[in-house]
């Protein structure tokens, strides 16, 4: 059983889950399906992924209660507005066969567009209409929090971010502790670059019979976040959720501190990049 994390509002979210971004419904549906019958419970997805059918399709195989799947999915650029946020989170429900989601975020912040709070006035009404658990934000930096919290008195539940050993975000994941909101990890696992190779988490799995992979994700959970690695092959699927039985020490933290770069994978900076 994965552990949970109590989020501002109370509600409980799996401290580590699945990430979808890439495939189509046909192979979402069957990795969700895998994923599910491995111990995961939770599941982020975005309306941008175009996967939300097959990710509703999989929690309907798993055989699985509803109430014990977590299903995150996240509000495109092109949605973003007081009125298309409420249609767009009907649009979602609506692919993924579902009559609520535990979590809904504004996928990014895209302050050009100046929407963002807009976007977050309407989210905060329909969490009110139970058609949501908790809200929060994707790729938002402190002075986009600060523009909600000056909006709004509905604190983010959540702030996914790029966060891994190469990009560890010490000063965004401490505004986010500050604020009461939990730091998920996109890309935990820096999508697999160079990173898993480095001999300094070889070295450090090594003594806990652990790959490089599970190390790294330790380091996540260890530290209070909760990172949503993607794999589409069964034994890593299974050996991504087995990171609840060891515990890194001081020096092994500080060892996989010496290999923050500052990189990001994509170049996703929140201030400019743009999707839609
Ligand atoms: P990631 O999870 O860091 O890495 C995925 C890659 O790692 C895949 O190529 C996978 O290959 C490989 N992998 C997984 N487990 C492994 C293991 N145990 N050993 C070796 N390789 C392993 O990258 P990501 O997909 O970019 O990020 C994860 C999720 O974050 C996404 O799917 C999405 O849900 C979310 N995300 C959110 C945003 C945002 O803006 N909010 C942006 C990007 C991503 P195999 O499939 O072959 O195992």
Same mark, same amino acid.
């Given at each position: 059983?994965?552990?949970?994390?109590?989020?501002?509002?109370?509600?409980?979210?799996?401290?580590?889950?699945?990430?979808?971004?890439?495939?189509?419904?046909?192979?979402?549906?069957?990795?969700?399906?895998?994923?599910?019958?491995?111990?995961?419970?939770?599941?982020?997805?975005? +309306?941008?992924?175009?996967?939300?059918?097959?990710?509703?399709?999989?929690?309907?195989?798993?055989?699985?209660?509803?109430?014990?799947?977590?299903?995150?999915?996240?509000?495109?650029?092109?949605?973003?507005?007081?009125?298309?946020?409420?249609?767009?989170?009907?649009?979602?429900?609506?692919?993924?066969?579902?009559?609520?989601?535990?979590?809904?975020?504004?996928?990014?912040?895209?302050?050009?567009?100046?929407?963002?709070?807009?976007?977050?006035?309407?989210?905060?009404?329909?969490?009110?209409?139970?058609?949501?658990? +908790?809200?929060?934000?994707?790729?938002?930096?402190?002075?986009?929090?600060?523009?909600?919290?000056?909006?709004?008195?509905?604190?983010?539940?959540?702030?996914?971010?790029?966060?891994?050993?190469?990009?560890?975000?010490?000063?965004?994941?401490?505004?986010?502790?500050?604020?009461?909101?939990?730091?998920?990890?996109?890309?935990?696992?820096?999508? +697999?670059?160079?990173?898993?190779?480095?001999?300094?988490?070889?070295?450090?799995?090594?003594?806990?019979?652990?790959?490089?992979?599970?190390?790294?994700?330790?380091?996540?959970?260890?530290?209070?976040?909760?990172?949503?690695?993607?794999?589409?092959?069964?034994?890593?699927?299974?050996?991504?959720?087995?990171?609840?039985?060891?515990?890194?020490?001081?020096?092994?933290?500080?060892?996989?501190?010496?290999?923050?770069?500052?990189?990001?994978?994509?170049?996703?900076?929140?201030?400019?990049?743009?999707?839609?």
């Amino acid at each position: 059983m994965v552990p949970t994390v109590t989020l501002n509002n109370g509600v409980e979210m799996p401290r580590l889950g699945l990430g979808t971004a890439g495939p189509g419904d046909e192979e979402t549906r069957r990795r969700v399906r895998e994923a599910l019958s491995l111990g995961y419970r939770l599941v982020d997805t975005a +309306a941008r992924y175009g996967n939300e059918v097959g990710v509703g399709q999989g929690i309907a195989d798993s055989g699985i209660s509803r109430e014990d799947v977590f299903v995150g999915t996240k509000l495109r650029g092109s949605d973003q507005g007081y009125d298309s946020t409420r249609t767009a989170l009907d649009a979602s429900l609506n692919r993924l066969g579902l009559d609520y989601v535990d979590l809904y975020l504004i996928h990014w912040p895209l302050p050009r567009l100046d929407q963002y709070a807009e976007s977050w006035r309407a989210m905060a009404e329909m969490l009110a209409d139970g058609k949501i658990r +908790a809200i929060g934000v994707s790729n938002f930096l402190p002075e986009h929090l600060d523009r909600l919290a000056a909006t709004s008195s509905v604190v983010p539940a959540v702030n996914q971010i790029e966060l891994h050993p190469r990009l560890p975000q010490r000063e965004q994941r401490a505004d986010d502790d500050r604020r009461g909101i939990v730091t998920q990890s996109w890309s935990p696992l820096a999508k +697999a670059g160079d990173v898993i190779n480095d001999p300094v988490l070889s070295s450090i799995g090594s003594r806990y019979g652990k790959t490089p992979v599970q190390v790294i994700l330790r380091w996540h959970v260890q530290q209070g976040l909760v990172p949503i690695p993607k794999s589409g092959n069964a034994d890593r699927l299974r050996q991504n959720l087995e990171v609840f039985d060891f515990e890194l020490t001081g020096d092994d933290l500080a060892q996989i501190a010496t290999l923050d770069s500052g990189t990001r994978v994509g170049g996703q900076d929140p201030r400019t990049h743009e999707e839609f």
